[in-house]
């Protein structure tokens, strides 16, 4: 079982926003800014969206930002756009080794 | 640009061995730690191993310790993984992804960029 557990579906209309929630299941993970954020189409690697809670890498939109209260990351997505619809992954660390969330599959209806 | 090009995947029987290869571009292969991160069909992400810049420190997840084997040719931009006594659990496309900081002495994310993959099915 994950140590970060994410909702496995959310969707949104285009225009909308939308938050995706990254939920630590021990304090250890919670007490770290190591998270981070993946985005992945079907058939295509991860792309790395958000990292340490909050930053934008170079060339991601400003549309995706993250943040972090207590024991919860989230991923928040404004201004929804069809090419959006793709899987997300929050990732953690603890133990001395990297953990992923389960997943969440965003719809863009 | 930097590039990471996985090779080596197939089929394999249970109990096989396979090495997979990771060649690395584009950036200073031996300044940075590199992570495999696996995923099986139509599951989630899973982390696998980690090596560190100089090779020095290596993790791996439980589920594949004593079994997987990381090393790095840090003179041909290449990593390795050595996976020994295959299960059909090991079913996946593994991916190997690069660390964002250089020197970064610890096995934590994030991974900036990530190969495209290569399957692995374990299978009789």
């Known amino acids: 079982q994950s140590a970060l557990t994410q909702p496995a579906s959310v969707s949104g209309s285009p225009g909308q926003s939308i938050s995706i929630s990254c939920t630590a299941t021990?304090?250890?993970?919670?007490?770290?800014?190591?998270v981070s954020w993946y985005q992945q189409h079907p058939g295509k690697a991860p792309k790395l969206m958000i990292y340490?809670?909050?930053n934008r890498p170079s060339g991601v939109s400003n549309r995706f930002s993250g943040s972090k209260s207590g024991n919860t990351a989230s991923l928040t997505i404004s201004g929804l756009q069809a090419e959006d619809e793709a899987d997300y992954y929050c990732?953690?660390?603890?133990?001395?080794?990297?953990?992923f969330g389960g997943g969440t599959k965003l719809t863009v209806l | 640009q930097v590039q990471l090009v996985e090779s080596g995947g197939g089929v394999v029987q249970p109990g096989g061995s396979l090495r997979l290869s990771c060649a690395a571009s584009?950036?200073?292969?031996?300044?940075?730690?590199i992570h495999w991160v696996r995923q099986a069909p139509g599951k989630g992400l899973e982390w696998v191993a980690f090596i560190r810049y100089d090779g020095n420190d290596k993790n791996y997840a439980d589920s594949v310790k004593g079994r997987f084997t990381l090393s790095r040719d840090n003179s041909k931009n290449t990593l390795y993984l050595q996976m020994s006594s295959l299960r059909t659990e090991d079913t996946a496309v593994y991916y190997c992804a690069k660390i964002l900081y250089a020197f970064y002495p610890i096995a934590a994310p994030p991974f900036d960029y990530w190969g495209q993959g290569t399957l692995v099915t374990v299978s009789s």
């Open positions: 990732s953690s660390y603890t133990s001395s080794s990297p953990v």
């Open positions: 340490e809670v909050s």
């Open positions: 021990s304090s250890d993970v919670g007490g770290y800014n190591y």
């Open positions: 584009g950036f200073t292969f031996s300044n940075y730690g």
